[in-house]
């Protein structure tokens, strides 16, 4: 089965500084890779995906992930951190079930973006 | 375009209280349906995940159970809730035909089991 590890619980950045989440997995084939964004009691929005088209996946709000395959990781970046970037951050792995697809999620990175 | 619809946004139950949380699906047919649940302080788990009309899933074992009665249709269920049901809900659907298929999410119920 596949997975995913956020190695982070909680980051803290300050506004206009770079954000680094991490995010590792380990996948039996090929994998898609997904970053998740909540807000607060919200549901959750979909940042970017990796589908094996590009290593590098650029997302919404200036976010941008990096797939590289000899070290099983797909960290998401960001060069500077605005206040509204405060949220918790999901690394997500496609897993195959059957003939269908589910995702499985990391356990979540809670971005703090202090002023 | 597609929208998810989870309701209600917010309940608060006594323990040994039946619970019913319905999420439907509009404009998209033969969906995947997923409900998740987020404890506090902890990442998303997958409860039930549904591929067609009367087919559950069930990931772990729990209190809780699922039914998918029409299509678009999915509904968490409880006979008798426990305190540690509480927690925030999540209803999803994807295609879920392809490896690089994403979800789509419901804006969540928070339920307190008091």
């Known amino acids: 089965a596949q997975s995913v590890t956020q190695l982070d619980s909680h980051v803290s950045v300050s506004e206009g500084t770079p954000v680094l989440l991490r995010c590792n997995y380990s996948s039996s084939y090929s994998p898609s890779l997904f970053w998740y964004v909540q807000h607060p009691n919200k549901g959750l929005q979909l940042l970017l995906k990796y589908t094996s088209a590009a290593t590098l996946v650029k997302g919404i709000n200036g976010f941008e992930a990096e797939f590289k395959k000899s070290e099983t990781s797909f960290h998401l970046t960001k060069p500077s951190a605005h206040m509204s970037d405060a949220a918790e951050y999901f690394c997500v792995v496609s897993d195959r079930e059957d003939s269908s697809y589910k995702l499985i999620f990391g356990s979540g990175t809670r971005l703090l973006v202090r002023p | 375009s597609q929208t998810i619809h989870q309701w209600p946004a917010t309940l608060v139950q006594p323990v040994g209280s039946p619970l019913s949380l319905e999420c439907t699906v509009e404009g998209t047919s033969n969906p995947n349906l997923y409900w998740y649940r987020q404890a506090a302080g902890r990442g998303l788990q997958l409860l039930f995940y549904?591929?067609?009309?009367?087919?559950i899933s069930s990931e772990v074992p729990q209190n809780l159970s699922a039914s998918r009665p029409q299509d678009r249709q999915f509904i968490l269920s409880s006979k008798k809730l426990l305190l540690s049901d509480s927690g925030f809900y999540l209803c999803?659907?994807?295609?879920?035909?392809?490896?690089?298929?994403?979800?789509?999410f419901g804006q969540g119920t928070r339920l307190t089991v008091v």
């Open positions: 999803a659907w994807s295609t879920g035909r392809r490896l690089n298929t994403e979800a789509f």
């Open positions: 549904s591929v067609g009309i009367g087919q």
